[in-house]
């Protein structure tokens, strides 16, 4: 089962589930819509996720090529079939107008009786609560496109070769929309946080782009543009 344990990254910001109901009824310029997969790279880093979705950038390394090949099946729709018992949908389109989401499941399992149970797939192994976060705002996605209530998800991880249960439960769902309202809110501010230099950067695919060692440190940017721009 989940863990609900997890730091904010803006934990001036913390607020109830219900603080981030309908946001665009807020006042202010139109606000940009969350894609579920932003939850992921912020999750990882906040700079990452902002070069991505904020400046449009991307590269692959042997950790996302090796991600999307295991991928192919659950990205393709026409491979939705019945699975002892149960019905197995592949990418599934999602949305929610009352949270500002879009996005994509992977698997969304319908069972005897209706039960909608979203299914996450990740390539790898576990990493603390972050896929526990991207299936729950799956999961509110389907129940306002279906009208339902969903209680329950889980995530295939390919390392173990094992489904884990998520409960989705009213901690896990706050911090879920909490996170959604960080992610939007460094949408709007369109602002590159920091870099924080630390162990993620040796995995992470935008380390090219991002040039930590060079951002974390004011000092060598500085002297960085003087060595470029014109005097
Ligand atoms: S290289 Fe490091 S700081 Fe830059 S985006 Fe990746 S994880 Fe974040």
């Known amino acids: 089962m989940a863990s609900a344990a997890r730091e904010s990254k803006r934990p001036d910001r913390v607020l109830g589930a219900e603080q981030y109901d309908h946001p665009w009824e807020m006042d202010g310029p139109a606000l940009p819509i969350v894609p579920v997969s932003a939850i992921e790279h912020y999750e990882y880093c906040p700079r990452q996720c902002a070069l ?28 939705s079939r019945i699975e002892r018992g149960k019905q197995v949908l592949r990418a599934v389109p999602l949305w929610s107008e009352r949270y ?20 996450e797939h990740k390539s790898g192994v576990r990493h603390g609560i972050t896929a526990d976060l991207q299936v729950c705002a799956q999961a509110i996605c389907l129940e306002e496109m279906l009208d339902t209530s969903i209680s329950g998800a889980a995530i295939w991880y390919g390392g173990p070769r094992r489904r884990f249960q998520v409960e989705l439960t009213s901690e896990l769902r706050r911090m879920t929309l909490q996170t959604v309202a960080e992610i939007r809110e460094q949408l709007v501010d369109g602002v590159l946080p920091g870099a924080p230099n630390d162990a993620r950067c040796t995995q992470c695919q935008l380390r090219h782009h991002c040039l930590p060692e060079i951002s974390a440190n004011s000092g060598r940017v500085a002297a960085y543009l003087l060595q470029v721009l014109p005097a």
Do not use: F, Y
């Not at 500002?100 to 299914?119: F, K, M, N, Q, Y």
């Open 52 to 79: 991505i979705h904020v400046d449009g950038i991307w590269a692959e390394n042997p950790h996302t090529v090796r991600g999307r090949r295991e991928h192919r099946r659950v990205d393709d729709h026409s491979q």
């Open 100 to 119: 500002g989401l879009s996005g994509r499941a992977d698997v969304v399992e319908v069972l005897e009786g209706g039960t909608i149970r979203p299914v």
